[in-house]
């Protein structure tokens, strides 16, 4: 195995929607390129998954879930992961949200989305 697929292996992915077809779409794609994929489908699920000890490199997270349709899920996942990198995925995407989004430290990526773009947002953020 080479170093940069030992570094890859080596990152951890919270895929955090509450659709679970996008879900299990986005955790196979990431899986199959090495990645390790850990699921949440609302706020409370993901920041549990932390506060339990969840460690992740990467978090992905949609912005209108079930429990949360603001970004206050963000600044918590933000202050409890602080070197977690952070994308946030919705169709509910205005310039001021990602760039509220920019402003916490986190990516920004519109729905719908080509998983190809997941790869690249995670690859290049």
């Given amino acids: 195995m080479t170093s940069v697929a030992a570094a890859v292996k080596a990152q951890r992915v919270l895929v955090v929607d509450d659709e679970p077809l996008i879900r299990w779409s986005v955790a196979e794609t990431l899986i199959e390129r090495g990645y390790v994929v850990c699921e949440a489908g609302s706020a409370a699920e993901a920041i549990a ?12 997270l949609d912005l209108r879930l079930p429990d949360s349709t603001t970004l206050g899920p963000l600044e918590h996942l933000r202050r409890l ?9 919705t169709a509910y995407g205005t310039p001021s949200i990602a760039a509220r989004c ?10 719908p989305f080509h998983l190809s773009e997941i790869v690249s947002a995670i690859e290049l953020y």
Avoid at 81 to 89: E, G, L, M, S
Avoid at 102 to 109: C, N, Q, V, Y
């Fill in 49 to 60: 998954q932390i506060v339990s000890g969840g460690v992740f490199d990467i978090v992905l």
């Fill in 81 to 89: 992961a602080p070197d977690a990198r952070i994308i946030v995925i």
């Fill in 102 to 111: 920019m402003t916490l430290g986190a990516g920004f990526l519109g729905k």
